[in-house]
C-alpha cells in the first residue's frame, strides 16, 4: 500500500490541474500536504459523515480539501453540487483504496457520474484490487472483500469515454498486474 500511495503520488503531481480535484473516498488522505498544487485548485473531499468527522478531529481540521459528506456513488451528484463543484472545467478525480468497496453496479454508477461530469482535459486516476490477487491474500480471513472484480469488467465500463493506461502497482512479487493496479485515465 505504502508503495502504491507513492506511485500515486507521482500520477498525481503529473495530472494536477489549476481547476478542481475530487476526491473520493478520503478517509484520512494528506496527499495534498505532501503533493503540491496550484492555489486555485478546488479539492473536494467525499466520505461518509463519521469518517469526516474523523479526519477533522485528527488532521487538523479536515486537510487542504473541503470535505463533504456523501454515499458513494448515490449522494455524490448532490455533493457535488454543495461544493459549487463546476462541471464546465476540467477536473482530477481520484479514487484510491475505493472500488473494493463497491459493487459492479455501483461502480458503473460511479463511472456515468464521473463521465457526466468531466469537462475536456479530465482526469481521473483510480486502483484497481482485482480477483486475481494471489489466493494467500484473498483467503485470509481478515480480507475484508469476498468478490474482487476483474481489472478488465471495471475497464470495460469506461472504455468508449476515457482513455485508460494501466500502471502497474507491483510492491509483491508474483502479484499479476491485473490484481494490484492504478488506472491512470483521460477523458476521451
Ligand atoms: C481504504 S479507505 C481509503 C482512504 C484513502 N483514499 C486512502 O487511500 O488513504 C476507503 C475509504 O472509502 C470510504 N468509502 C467506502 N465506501 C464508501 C461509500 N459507499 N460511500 C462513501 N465512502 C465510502 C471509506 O469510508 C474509507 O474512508
Redesign the pocket.
Known sequence: MAVR?LQLDEQIARAVNPGQIV?L?????TRFWRVPVPESARIIE???AA?NELARRLLRGGGRGRRVD????GGVADALERAEFDPRIPTLWIA???LE??AGP?WERLAQLMTANSAPGSRAIVTVVGENLPSRFAHDPAFPFPRLPSLSAIRSVIANEWRVDVVEARPLRGVPSDAFAIMVMQRA
Open positions: 500511495t476526491v473516498g478520503a478517509g484520512l488522505d467525499i466520505d461518509s469518517v456523501a454515499r458513494i456513488p484510491e483504496g475505493l468497496y463497491l455501483m
